[in-house]
């Protein structure tokens, strides 16, 4: 049997899934898809090509099969311009390498001016995913089966790629292929286990990824977690270990908009100031620098990023929730400048401390989170190829949270592009 991996994110979306099933894809024969729909944004740097996806895997810049299962949901004209612009970069996009299941539902334009007229409540990408999902489960959602029949060029575009994908992705595995499942969004996002009503409208968990496709759990090898050395959120919804406030980082401008206000020194000084008051413990300061250091703007949206301080207690309920057998830390390099990391252990809940992730909402919002605090490093880490070679208090943080969460971390990503790629345990991987 070959061997079939599950890839999800670990907290709110955006820990960097795409660059790791990106490099995992490399040696994968198959990357399959199993949830969400254009509400995610992955983008994979090769050399100094940059790949922005919302529905199809990055396993097709490897040439391999991609599969979007039935579990997703499917804007026509997004799918259509991504294939269309992989093809004006010299990419054949047929069966042979991406096929779509008659069984996903189709996003329609009713769903989207519902998504826009209704999403704002919680922060949703405004994509049409909710109602589309809750049209599905009323029994009244389009499928791509029906799609396909119609006379428009999308339903052109995608009749020769559209299959039963159930039998291509069981087959795959049973013929000893490597499968790749590829996770959109996060376990805190998940319909059931997130932080409801501020969750997206699907499983983004790893029993998703059995539905999502058609699979069965008996045939998973590993199920692996992508986390940010830190975490973010886009969106409204509880989050302990914020640092700033949900108003301040929504008030701020996107990066592009900020640099391009101010000259090239004037950035340069305010940085420089942002990463001063960071490190007289301004918790704003603190926030701020991770969403400059990390790009945290969205790649669907533009929005910046909320984010705080490594949750543990979160960290540790996506582990069980989803079976983890092991995690991946991405964006070590954006904790640099700071001279102080926490990392939240528990919660604190009407005096209480706890362990335990509360699903109540109103016991969430009254969480304050419990540090412990490691110190940081100024060095650079983005040009490091081996953990030994890391500074010693980045890897004491990295030893503290494999501690804390009682899992081992098989990749550790210090940069976007694929050679600040660091294997610290193959034993998970292909
Ligand atoms: P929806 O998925 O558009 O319905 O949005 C529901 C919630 O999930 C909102 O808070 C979104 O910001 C969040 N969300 C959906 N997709 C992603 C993602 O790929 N990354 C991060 N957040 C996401
Ligand atoms: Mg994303």
Known sequence: MGKTIIIVGGQWGDEGKGAIIDFLAEKADV????????????????????????????????????????????????????????????????????????????????????????GARI???????????????????????????????????????????????????????????????????????????FVTSSNPTTGGACTGLGIGPTKISNSIGIFKAYITRVGGGPFTTELGTEQQTKSEESLSELKSKLSKDGFEHLYRKIIHQANQ???????????????????TTGRPRR?????????????????????????????SNLRKLKICTHYEIDGKKTGRFPLNLEELKKAKPVYIEMDGWDEDLTKITEFKKLPEKARKYLEKIEEILKTKISILKIGPKRNQTIVVDNKFLF
């Open 281 to 299: 413990s301004d918790e704003y300061s603190e926030g701020r620098l991770l969403r400059i250091q990390g790009g945290e703007y969205g790649t």
């Open 31 to 118: 990357v399959a898809r199993f949830a969400g729909g254009n509400n995610a944004g992955h983008t994979v740097c090769v050399g100094n090509e940059v790949y922005k996806f919302h529905l199809i895997p990055s396993g097709i810049i490897h040439k391999k099969l991609n599969i979007i299962g039935n579990g997703t949901v499917i804007d026509p004209e997004v799918l259509v311009s991504e294939i269309e612009g992989l093809e004006k970069r010299g990419f054949t996009i047929d069966s042979s390498n991406l096929v779509l299941s008659s069984s996903a539902h189709i996003i329609t334009a009713d769903q989207i001016s519902e998504d826009q007229a209704t």
């Open 307 to 335: 984010t705080g301080w490594f949750d543990a207690v979160a960290a540790k309920y996506s582990i069980m929730i989803n079976g983890l057998s092991s995690i991946v830390i991405t964006k070590l390099d954006v904790l």
């Open 123 to 197: 922060g949703t990408t405004g994509r049409g995913i909710g109602p589309c999902y809750k049209d599905k489960i009323a029994r009244r959602g389009k499928r791509v089966a029906d799609f396909i029949k119609e006379n428009n060029k999308e339903a052109k575009k995608l009749r020769p790629l559209v299959k039963e994908t159930y039998l291509i992705i069981n087959e795959a595995i049973d013929s000893g292929k490597k499968v790749l499942i590829e996770g959109a969004q996060g376990a805190l996002l998940d319909i059931d286990h997130g932080t409801y009503p």
